[in-house]
Nanobody, 117 residues
Framework: QVQLVESGGGLVQPGGSLSLSCAASGIIFSIHTMGWYRQPPGKQRELVAIITSGGTTHYADSVKGRFTISRDNVKNTVYLQMSSLKPEDTAVYYC???????????WGQGTQVTVSS
């Protein structure tokens, strides 16, 4: 019933830009904290950015100033705008939803982002 579907991944050159989307269904989207995580090859999954139900945002130091997270509660979609991309940004990017007090959490299937010349 609950589904998070990421889209927008692909191949981009260093210094380029890319925008990811995550469409949610089966949850009361507006009360959930939404986040983007990534897992580079051979490394642990890490937090990239989060946005609360009130619109407060937080970013990992490695992406601060380059990435922007936003949400549209009418479309039940969270976005990640990425610019000035670096090879070290290469990873599978995952969308996550947390209900209030983290009673429930859900993950998307992931989308591949590759930064290479």
């Amino acid at each position: 019933q609950v589904q998070l579907v990421e889209s927008g991944g692909g191949l981009v050159q260093p210094g380029g830009s890319l925008s990811l989307s995550c469409a949610a269904s089966g949850i009361i989207f507006s009360i959930h904290t939404m986040g983007w995580y990534r897992q580079p090859p051979g490394k642990q999954r890490e937090l990239v950015a989060i946005i609360t139900s009130g619109g407060t945002t937080h970013y990992a130091d490695s992406v601060k100033g380059r990435f922007t997270i936003s949400r549209d509660n009418v479309k039940n979609t969270v976005y990640l705008q990425m610019s000035s991309l670096k090879p070290e940004d290469t990873a599978v990017y995952y969308c996550k939803a947390n209900s209030p007090f983290r009673v429930e959490s859900y993950w998307g299937q992931g989308t591949q982002v590759t930064v290479s010349s």
